[in-house]
Each structure stands twice: as structure tokens, then as C-alpha cells.
């Protein structure tokens, strides 16, 4: 499939957006596979700041006081429920410790994000027929606008 030209993905936490509701916060939730097995926790969420949508989640997992940790992330496609401290994930602890490693250096690269929408068998957002998951999490806010004195 031709690539199509996708929006850079840049983290939330360094932009200027916010997400809705505190109810829709999920940075700090552990992440669970379909079998409830430990994943990790959710560090970030990588976003389209053009379509201000979340497209993946950023998990990190293992290491100690941040040394050795490996991160890694999952497409928003594939989380299955949202819970007030759990984010469960319709796949296996296998399917993510196989996939291919985060690189932050590569988001914006379509070929890069190809692989893992297809690693996890999901057509990528800015593919043709992409239908996104259902209310998972809503857009996020850009802030108020400052008002003139």
C-alpha cells in the first residue's frame, strides 16, 4: 500500500493540548493483556496534533527507577476497556513483547508506523477504509485561549 502523508505524532505531554476529562486521563494506569496479565504502565499517548486524536498508547515496562526500562506502544485500536485503573488491551503479553521497539525518532515515519499497525493487524489511521475505535479516548482539549486585558 502507498503511504499516504500522515501528521507527525508528537507525545501529549509535549504539547499544548490536554485530554477532555479527567476521567479520560489514562498516563499513569497499568496496562493489562486480554489474559489480565501485567504490561506495564501508560507513560504517554502519542497524537495526531492535526486531528487531535490519540493513535497510540506509550507503555513502559521492566527496569528500575527508569534504568533498563523498555517502552513500547500499542495502537489505541486495540485497547478493549478503560477502567479507573486499568487500560486492558485485546492482545497477548507475547504479541507485545514481539513487536517491533518503540523509536521516537521514527513516529513520523509512515513505513515505520506501517510496520506496527501491521505487526498488531490493524490498518493504519490514514489508510483507506481506517475506521477508528469507538470513544477511545475522546480529542484532546487545546487550552483556553488567554483572554485580552
Do not use: C, H
Request: proline letters at 11%; aromatic letters at 8%.
Amino acid at each position: 500500500m502507498p503511504a499516504q502523508s500522515n501528521p507527525g505524532l508528537i507525545k501529549l505531554s509535549d504539547s499544548e493540548l490536554s485530554v477532555a476529562t479527567e476521567e479520560e486521563e489514562v498516563r499513569g494506569r497499568s496496562v493489562k493483556d486480554r489474559a489480565g496479565q501485567d504490561l506495564g504502565r501508560v507513560e504517554d499517548l502519542l497524537i495526531d496534533p492535526d486531528e487531535r486524536r490519540v493513535r497510540f498508547l506509550v507503555v513502559g515496562s521492566g527496569g528500575f527507577l527508569g534504568l533498563g526500562e523498555r517502552q513500547s506502544f500499542i495502537p489505541v485500536d486495540a485497547v478493549s476497556r478503560v477502567d479507573e485503573d486499568v487500560v486492558t488491551v485485546d492482545l497477548t503479553r507475547e504479541n507485545v513483547a514481539g513487536a517491533p521497539a518503540y523509536d521516537p525518532d521514527l513516529i513520523a515515519e509512515p513505513s515505520y508506523l506501517e510496520d506496527i499497525y501491521g505487526y498488531y493487524g490493524f490498518v493504519p489511521f490514514w489508510g483507506p477504509g481506517y475506521i477508528g475505535p469507538p470513544g477511545f479516548p475522546r480529542e484532546p482539549n487545546r487550552p483556553p485561549p488567554e483572554s485580552e486585558t
